[in-house]
């Protein structure tokens, strides 16, 4: 932080970045107006909606993508191809289809989450021992839901967790793009606000609010269950 001051200080940045009082002094504005904290809240809550819509389609799709052959030449062909688009780029699509509104933001972030989860659950449920089917097969499970819940997504989960860990990145940037152009209240807005007014002391606190959200959701909700479940089926070194 004394080298960030004095940087802007020494090399004069002027308006170009912020120093550091200025970054602090737009966190407490932000967060004394409650403008910083509503829009985080805000963001959070159409993250956590895309989240949760993409873990169960994106599942669902990795399930059958690994289950029928077909499927997985055609669809998951295509859902490859989808997976390297930008979910940016279908932006104008969510605004035409639904207009400028949450359901725009949310299902742009929904896409940049969906397709990667659905790669990583038809690597996990494929990879599954062919062993632990057969076993529940004679326990009387049968090939159905039943399977599906209680067999396939337990054993796939060790492959699933580093899907689901990428895919709250992935939904994170999806996020921000979203609502740079949506209406409403949400960390994306902000930072176009501050564009318009050229206020890099706001822009920046809002990158680093994204940030530490991104950072300490990862370490201490995914990373833990992700070495829990890494533990439980004997895939660490670590004892319990």
Known sequence: MIAWEAGF?????????????QTFQAFYDGFVHGQLLEATIESIRRLLTAF???????????????????????????????????????????????????????????????????????????????????????MGTGNGFKMFYQVMVPAAFPHMITGVRVAWAFAWRALVAGELIAKGVGLGQLLQDG?????????????????VLGTLSDHFCFKRLEDTILIRYGLSGKQK
């Not at 699509?93 to 790669?119: K, R, Y």
């Not at 564009?195 to 940030?211: E, G, P, Q, W």
């Open 195 to 211: 564009r318009n007014l050229a206020d890099t002391a706001l822009m920046l606190s809002i990158v680093i609010i994204i940030a």
């Open 9 to 21: 200080r020494i090399f004069d940045w002027g308006w170009k970045f912020p120093s550091v009082t």
């Open 52 to 138: 949760i819509i993409s873990i169960a389609l994106g599942t669902v799709l990795g399930f059958l993508f690994a289950r029928y052959r077909f499927l997985d030449d055609t669809l998951g062909f295509l859902v490859v191809a989808l997976q390297t688009i930008p979910s940016i780029a279908w932006l104008p699509f969510a605004i035409i289809w639904f207009g400028m509104n949450d359901f725009s933001v949310v299902f742009i972030t929904a896409l940049g989450a969906t397709w990667t989860m659905a790669m990583s659950s038809r690597t996990g449920i494929m990879n599954i021992p062919p062993l632990y089917l057969k076993a529940a097969q004679t």
